[in-house]
């Protein structure tokens, strides 16, 4: 079973689109996050939401919206895609008070021609 | 400065060679710090997380210098295996522990 999944893989779309990715995790865990990793390899959050409250917003974006119907899934919609956005998406979870520990999703590599 | 910095790399060694990568952490009320895995083209594993005596892990050894603000991860006895990114990463305690940053990671190539 897979602990932290992340749906689509790959995901190329044209400027001006709108796109969302899924994220689901069953390890139980009481928060999510996404980050975004850029050409440069650099990994950076984006979002952190603990039991479907949003805690943490990085001066994300507002064409980025995230949505937590529930502890077990983050999903993160994006409106009007820009050329800046290609990168990899990943999606994480952690038990905040047992370790801090991070168990990534695949990621999602998303192409914005 | 940065939250964290990593050594630039990469770290080019021979299989069998003790490699060593360093980290510095700019906020000293951080208390939380990791080592990850990055594969090419994957996602990050946690390699180990540091403890304040510092833990070792098979050939892997983690060490907390606080007074210093780094933390260090030695690899013995270099297999081909550990070619990789390894990603340092602090928590950021004033974010109640939502946070973690992580630094810009050090690529090690292993060679026969």
């Known amino acids: 079973d897979t602990a932290v999944s992340q749906t689509p893989k790959y995901l190329v ?31 950076k959050i984006m979002f952190s939401y603990n039991n479907k409250e949003l805690i943490i917003n990085e001066t994300v974006p507002n064409r980025f919206s995230p949505k937590s119907p529930d502890k077990a899934h983050l999903n993160l919609h994006i409106n009007s895609l820009e050329l800046g956005d290609s990168a990899v998406y990943f999606c994480a979870s952690s038990q905040v008070g047992l370790g801090y520990e991070q168990y990534f999703g695949p990621g999602t590599r998303l192409t914005v021609t | 400065r940065k939250e964290v910095e990593q050594d630039p790399g ?25 080592w990850y ?76």
């Open chain 1, 13 to 43: 779309t044209q400027m001006g689109n709108d796109k969302s990715i899924k994220c689901e995790q069953n390890l139980g865990h009481d928060t999510m996050y996404w980050y975004k990793q850029d050409s440069k390899k650099f990994l």
């Open chain 2, 10 to 34: 990469p770290f080019n060694v021979p299989e069998g060679a003790t490699v060593a990568f360093n980290c510095t952490y700019s906020n000293s009320a951080s208390q939380s710090f990791f």
């Open chain 2, 37 to 112: 895995r990055q594969d090419c083209r994957k996602e990050p594993k946690l390699l180990m997380s540091v403890y304040s005596s510092g833990n070792e892990d098979g050939r892997f050894t983690a060490q907390l210098n606080r007074a210093s603000q780094y933390i260090s991860l030695l690899i013995r006895d270099s297999k081909l295996s550990d070619s990789a990114t390894y990603l340092c990463a602090v928590n950021d305690e004033e974010a109640g522990g939502f946070k973690t940053i992580f630094g810009a990671g050090t690529r090690l190539f292993v060679k026969a």
